[in-house]
């Protein structure tokens, strides 16, 4: 098959290594010259999930990894203090793995696609890989996104776990992940656009060196609001279809989990000489992150003060019986009574 990536996030590059590996014709393109392309993100994940995607595409993640996290300390208004332990949850270097991925890709930088000039009738599938920006699919039922920012400083030498800081009604949070010694990406994501902590942190760290600033809305809109995921030959993977943990912003794993869904779904229509099934699609991703819409339900209902732990209970316990069965991929322990009490100091 012909196929055209567009965007080399985490999506569009580990699906480009797949489909070459398995014999395709690969175009990546991407709208960021080569020399100035930095993938927007705190490099946060599970090591568990990231040796398994790694060892499929054919590297080997220990070579990665910047910081193994022992701990997550969160702070929580009115000086509330929790202590997450943490399973796996690493930094690694996300720029140099995406890279990696891409050794035997063609990738054409520097080529901000638009889907009205694009050369659709060239390619058997264009997978809209374009994230947030989502460029290629038509606008999805109920889109929502939270500002984010954050800075890469170096020379912070009090520092070397996981930290955040989290904003009463969940409206966002502050965060410290620390990447190889003395550096880390301190940012936050606020529907407010206040920022708490990021100040704060310059204040209490003034020889702190600001490598670089940056930053890009995440989306919190899981799948189900963010249909089609599909629009004539056009596909998408990834952010561009709502593959966000909503209470936490977190999406290199899940937008893995959504390019294994792709894989699946066409090697499978491939290997019965027909079109990519996009029911099929369809009906996995829902069915994958069907959780993810109580999450989000959660995380809204908080945000407009609203949600009350009672009436609420069963959205609560959903979301705690899925995280639980998928402690492993997220990295860190799911208490029940540990959510319970962070829901109700939020
Ligand atoms: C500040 C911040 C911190 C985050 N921290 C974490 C974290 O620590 N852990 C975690 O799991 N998740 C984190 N996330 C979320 C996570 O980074 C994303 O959900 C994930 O990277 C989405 O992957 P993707 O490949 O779908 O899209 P992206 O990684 O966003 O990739 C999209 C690519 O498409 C390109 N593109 C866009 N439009 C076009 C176009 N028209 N033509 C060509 N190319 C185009 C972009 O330049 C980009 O390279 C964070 C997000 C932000 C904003």
Known sequence: MKIAVIGAGVAGSYLSNMLDKEGHEVTLFESNKKNS??????????????????????????????????KLK?????QKTEFLDLYGLVTYNKKQWENDLLANVNVEYGINCD??????????????????????????????????????????SDIDEFHVIGYKGARGYFWYFPLSKGTGFMGAGD???????????????????IVKKIGRPIRLSPPKLMEPFCDNNIIGVGESIGTVFPMLGEGIIPSLL?????????????SYNQKFNQKEYREKILNKFQYYYDVYKIVRLKMDGKLNT??????????????KRDEKRFGFEISFEKMRRLVNAL
């Not at 390019?259 to 499978?268: G, S």
């Open 37 to 70: 392309h930095w993938p927007v993100c705190a490099w946060g994940a599970s090591k568990h999930m990231l040796e398994y995607f790694s060892k499929k595409a054919g590297l080997d993640f220990n070579n990665y990894i910047f910081h193994v996290g022992k």
């Open 74 to 78: 969160m702070s929580l208004p009115n």
């Open 115 to 156: 889907k009205k000039t694009f050369p659709k009738e060239k390619y058997d599938y264009i997978l809209d890989c374009t994230g947030f920006h989502r460029r290629f699919l038509p606008r999805p039922k109920e889109d929502f996104v939270i500002p984010a920012y954050e800075y890469l400083v170096e020379n912070i």
């Open 191 to 209: 529907i407010d656009r206040k920022y708490f902590g990021v100040k704060e942190f310059f204040d209490s760290h003034p020889n702190a060196k």
């Open 258 to 270: 959504s390019c294994e869904i792709f894989l699946q779904v066409l090697e499978k229509s491939t």
């Open 310 to 323: 009672v009436k609420h209970f069963n959205l609560l316990l959903n979301m705690y019986k899925n995280m």
